[in-house]
C-alpha cells in the first residue's frame, strides 16, 4: 500500500512539476512580449493634455468662442455671412488661443 501512495504521489508531483513549468513559460512569454510592447510604443510624455491650462483658461476656451458664434447669429440677419464668420471663427479659434493664451510645452 504504502509503495502504492509513494507511485500516486511521485505522479501528481511530476503532473504538478509539468504544469508549473508551463505556466512559467507562459509568464515569462507573456513578459517578454509586455518589453517588446513598451519598447515599441512611443513614449507618451503628458497622458492628459486638457490639463496643461488651468480651469479658468479652459472656461475662456470654450465660452467666448461660442458667445461669439451667438453674437454672429443674433446680431448679423444675412445667412450666408453667418455661416461664413462662424466657419471662420470655429477655425481661428485654436490659433488664437495658442497666440494669446501661449503653448505650455509639457
Request: glycine share 4%.
Amino acid at each position: 500500500m504504502s509503495k502504492e501512495r509513494a507511485r500516486r504521489r511521485a505522479e501528481r508531483l511530476a503532473v504538478h512539476e509539468k504544469d508549473k513549468a508551463a505556466r512559467a513559460r507562459k509568464v515569462a512569454r507573456r513578459q517578454k512580449r509586455r518589453q517588446l510592447v513598451k519598447r515599441l510604443t512611443p513614449q507618451r510624455r503628458n497622458a492628459g493634455r486638457l490639463h496643461r491650462r488651468n480651469r479658468r483658461e479652459r472656461l475662456g476656451i470654450v465660452l467666448v468662442p461660442l458667445v461669439l458664434v451667438a453674437a454672429v447669429w443674433v446680431f448679423i440677419p444675412d445667412l450666408p455671412l453667418r455661416i461664413v464668420l462662424t466657419t471662420l471663427l470655429v477655425l481661428s479659434a485654436p490659433a488664437l488661443v495658442v497666440v494669446i493664451l501661449g503653448r505650455k510645452a509639457g
